[in-house]
């Protein structure tokens, strides 16, 4: 099954949260969804650059029917700030009316598996129709102190000190008491072993869940 299919993607704006693998995620359905439809990624925050996309800097209505003619996938930004590229200048609404899907990585975790969010965070634009959290199983059975973007504010959170060991319990609270998303993809079970942690966890959550390894093209929906 599509990855798309299997996150049930919709048509206009998708938010996409959390942490390990937000980008791999956000250009492997781009990748997908343009073999049929336009699309456009961007971020809510800053991203590097992609590989072989064209950037549109703020673009108007007239400039992205423009670029659709020449392809299927474009990326918006307003600019860029030490090497990452800024949210779009142009407005959600003109984005959706001119693209079949909106793809936007609304959140940052410096590259690390899992995270706890400060009050600001993550910057999800209203107009979002569904949001993604993507968390990272190789942050399980680690120190918070070692895995976790804000470990500090993670350990205030659950309760915990910061060299507590992050549990499939413990991760599973912290998505609940952050909440703000539609479905959770648990990413990296690139294991039998973290594979099992995953669906001890995903048992936890209450919501719709994925699991799987991104990086190996293996997907399933337990929920």
């Given at each position: 099954m599509?990855?798309?299919?299997?996150?049930?993607?919709?048509?206009?704006?998708?938010a996409?949260?959390?942490?390990?693998?937000?980008?791999?995620?956000?250009?492997?359905?781009?990748r997908?969804?343009?073999?049929?439809?336009?699309?456009?990624?961007?971020?809510?925050?800053?991203?590097?650059?992609?590989?072989?996309?064209?950037?549109?800097w703020?673009?108007?209505?007239d400039?992205?029917?423009?670029?659709?003619r020449k392809?299927?996938?474009?990326?918006?930004?307003?600019?860029?700030?030490?090497?990452k590229?800024l949210?779009?200048?142009?407005?959600?609404?003109?984005?959706?009316?001119c693209a079949?899907?909106?793809?936007?990585?609304?959140?940052g975790s410096?590259?690390?598996?899992?995270?706890a969010?400060?009050?600001?965070?993550?910057?999800?634009?209203?107009?979002?129709?569904?949001?993604?959290?993507?968390f990272?199983?190789s942050?399980?059975?680690?120190?918070?102190l070692?895995?976790v973007?804000?470990?500090?504010?993670c350990?205030?959170?659950?309760?915990?000190s910061?060299?507590?060991?992050?549990?499939?319990?413990?991760?599973a609270?912290?998505?609940?008491?952050?909440?703000?998303?539609?479905?959770v993809?648990?990413?990296?079970?690139?294991?039998?072993?973290?594979a099992?942690l995953g669906?001890?966890?995903?048992?936890?959550?209450g919501?719709p869940?994925?699991?799987?390894?991104?990086?190996r093209g293996?997907?399933?929906?337990?929920?």
């Amino acid at each position: 099954m599509a990855l798309a299919e299997l996150l049930n993607i919709q048509r206009g704006l998708t938010a996409i949260t959390g942490s390990g693998g937000k980008t791999t995620l956000l250009y492997a359905l781009a990748r997908e969804l343009s073999a049929e439809a336009r699309v456009i990624v961007c971020t809510t925050t800053h991203i590097y650059p992609p590989d072989g996309l064209p950037i549109l800097w703020s673009p108007d209505r007239d400039a992205l029917q423009d670029a659709f003619r020449k392809g299927n996938t474009l990326c918006v930004s307003s600019g860029m700030e030490r090497g990452k590229l800024l949210p779009p200048g142009t407005p959600f609404p003109v984005l959706t009316s001119c693209a079949d899907f909106v793809l936007t990585e609304a959140d940052g975790s410096h590259g690390l598996p899992a995270k706890a969010h400060a009050p600001h965070e993550p910057v999800i634009p209203p107009e979002a129709g569904q949001t993604i959290c993507v968390f990272g199983l190789s942050a399980l059975g680690r120190p918070i102190l070692e895995t976790v973007h804000r470990p500090q504010l993670c350990a205030q959170k659950l309760g915990v000190s910061e060299s507590a060991l992050l549990t499939p319990e413990l991760a599973a609270q912290l998505l609940r008491l952050e909440g703000g998303f539609t479905r959770v993809l648990l990413n990296q079970a690139d294991t039998p072993e973290r594979a099992q942690l995953g669906e001890n966890m995903a048992a936890m959550l209450g919501c719709p869940v994925c699991i799987g390894s991104l990086q190996r093209g293996i997907l399933k929906c337990l929920y």
